[in-house]
């Protein structure tokens, strides 16, 4: 059977009274546009409102509705999820946004550096026009205008360090892939200069009116990491720089965002360990009277620790703004004491008033200290309160056309050393951070790290890659779309089953071991929610089948190896 196995649901299986099993067997997944489900037991939200009918279907066990699309793709990297302990973000290998004709695009850079490709689909997500960009340096982001042309910062390192190298520089294309033109950085060595491009973090990039703005990880001349701000005009594709341009700065930034706002300004984020050590929000905002720009930030949540210690044991998530407020969704241990080293991540929301610039007060208050002073933070909405070892990491947020949050996560559990995707989740929340609908079950599906999740008619989207689905020869994009406001009942296809051995001595005899079926955390019962139909293949040396059919709330069939 041709199809791959399913990591986003390694280690559901995992979570047993006597400790860790082995690896899980699979079930596969077609290479073609599947449909499926899961069922949550993990809603461990305060002041829900569970008495709709939806909710009361998630209750009952219905998950999202999923469908992925499968194409071929020319050596793309592996983006999916990455490690939730990682110290900071591992940077963009894969963007996608909807261009000025409303075609869902993705671009990205061929495995070792290589060409560029952008990949157009229609609004039946068919495959409508590749492009492919000569490779002009190292790969940092992505963005369309509203005019069909595309624009890809790029970067280079300077490896003798001693200046005189074009370390940074945006390229705009035409819709058609031809290069029109850059605007560069080149470096004079001098110590706060860019001399490693996206190192240490990653690069993000929103245009708003002909200001096209980027915030990326750098290391400087002085050995020093931060984010750096560069802004282009793309009428002229000039540099502007502070106070002409938006600015924003954090030391030791190990994870960028940023997004334009409602007023013409911007608004970034960065995640800190130096100055600040905690996640940084920072307005930018166009003042005529002086003829500039006028930043101010925030740090709504610290992190415990002295300055530059690198290890900090959060992530930062997404950004997005309300009629009233920014918001602020993120992942970090709950403690901000030595109590948080390596404990698990959970995953928070925050509300920043746009007027004030402090947090509105929709959660908890957590004090601890922050580089060696006392720090109180207010207004933390705990999302999840995972007690099994298991962690948060990736959130994402989605600021819906009402004014509801779309937030979700991946939540990890770590196994020999390492975090592997466990199972991925998402809720619907107020503009005042109110609960509308329950943590719900996104099946058997992995996020893009560090990139945004797009939301087009009532649906989300985001897309990952793999060098291990072959389609056609080719390596694989698969897009992925979430339908919002309806669940599907369970599927026994989209369970993770494991055996107590990785594998069976032959001695002449069938083999039937009992299997192990975990569904969204849960493990399920034999007789009650599933029966094994059949074995094959199981006498001799080599790969056995398992045949097994849902019960009860669990529909279809599935069938693994041994």
């Not at 900090?312 to 969704?329: C, H, R, S």
Request: hydrophobic residues 30%; neutral net charge.
């Amino acid at each position: 059977m041709r199809g791959k196995r399913i990591l986003a649901t390694l280690l559901a299986a995992m979570i047993t009274a006597g400790g860790l099993l082995s690896v899980p067997v699979y079930a596969e997944e077609s290479t073609t546009a599947v449909e499926t489900a899961q069922v949550s037991t993990q809603a461990t939200t305060a002041d829900t409102t569970d008495d709709s009918k939806l909710n009361q279907q998630i209750k009952n066990g219905a998950a999202a509705v999923i469908t992925t699309k499968t194409v071929s793709a020319k050596n793309p990297l592996f983006v999916g999820a990455n490690q939730s302990e990682a110290i900071y973000a591992s940077g963009h290998d894969l963007n996608d946004f909807f261009d000025y004709q409303g075609n869902y695009t993705v671009v990205y850079p061929s495995t070792g550096g290589g060409d560029v490709y952008i990949v157009r689909f229609d609004k039946q997500l068919e495959k409508e026009k590749t492009l492919k960009i000569k490779s002009r340096g190292l790969y940092g982001d992505a963005i369309c205008d509203n005019q069909g042309n595309y624009y890809i910062a790029w970067g280079k390192e300077d490896t003798k360090g001693k200046g005189g190298v074009t370390t940074f520089f945006v390229s705009k294309y035409r819709y058609d892939g031809t290069y029109v033109k850059s605007c560069a950085f080149k470096s004079s060595g001098e110590g706060s200069e860019t001399m490693i491009p996206f190192h240490a973090g990653t690069c993000d990039m929103t245009i708003q009116d002909n200001l096209l703005v980027c915030s990326y990880a750098r290391t400087m001349y002085n050995g020093h990491q931060s984010s750096c701000v560069f802004t282009v005009n793309i009428n002229t594709m000039k540099e502007l720089t502070y106070p002409s341009g938006p600015d924003n700065y954090a030391s030791h930034s190990f994870n960028q965002r940023v997004i334009s706002l409602k007023n013409g300004g911007f608004l970034f984020a960065d995640h800190g360990d130096s100055f600040p050590r905690g996640f940084q929000l920072t307005e930018s905002v166009y003042d005529e009277e002086w003829d500039g720009y006028n930043n101010e930030s925030v740090v709504p949540f610290h992190f415990y620790g002295s300055g530059g210690q690198n290890y900090t044991n959060a992530y930062l998530g997404d950004i997005g703004e309300t009629e009233k407020d920014y918001v602020l969704v993120a992942s970090s241990a709950k403690a901000m004491t030595k109590k948080m080293e390596y404990a698990p991540q959970q995953l928070f929301l925050q509300l920043i008033d746009k007027k004030t610039k402090k947090p509105r007060s929709i959660g908890s208050k957590r004090s601890g200290t922050s580089c060696g002073e006392k720090t109180t933070d207010t207004g933390v909405k705990w999302l999840t309160n995972y007690t099994d070892g298991s962690s948060v990491s990736h959130a994402k947020l989605v600021v819906l056309e009402n004014g509801n949050l779309f937030v979700a996560w991946e939540r990890f559990y770590p196994y020999n050393g390492e975090t592997y995707p466990m199972a991925a989740y998402y809720m619907i929340l107020s503009s005042e951070g109110k609960v509308l609908q329950n943590a719900t079950l996104i099946p058997s599906r992995e996020f893009n790290a560090d990139e945004s999740m797009k939301y087009r008619d009532g649906k989300i989207y985001w897309a990952t890659s793999t060098n291990t689905v072959k389609v056609d020869a080719a390596d694989a994009l698969q897009i992925h779309t979430l339908q919002l406001g309806t669940v599907k009942n369970p599927s026994i296809k989209d369970t993770a089953i494991t055996f107590s051995k990785d594998t069976y001595t032959y001695n002449g005899k069938a083999q039937k071991p009992k299997p192990q079926i975990w569904y969204g955390g849960k493990k399920l019962k034999e007789g009650k929610d599933y029966k094994i139909t059949s074995y094959k293949n199981n006498k001799g040396v080599g790969l056995a089948t398992i045949n097994i059919a849902g019960k009860g709330t669990y529909s279809g069939t599935v069938q693994a190896q041994f």
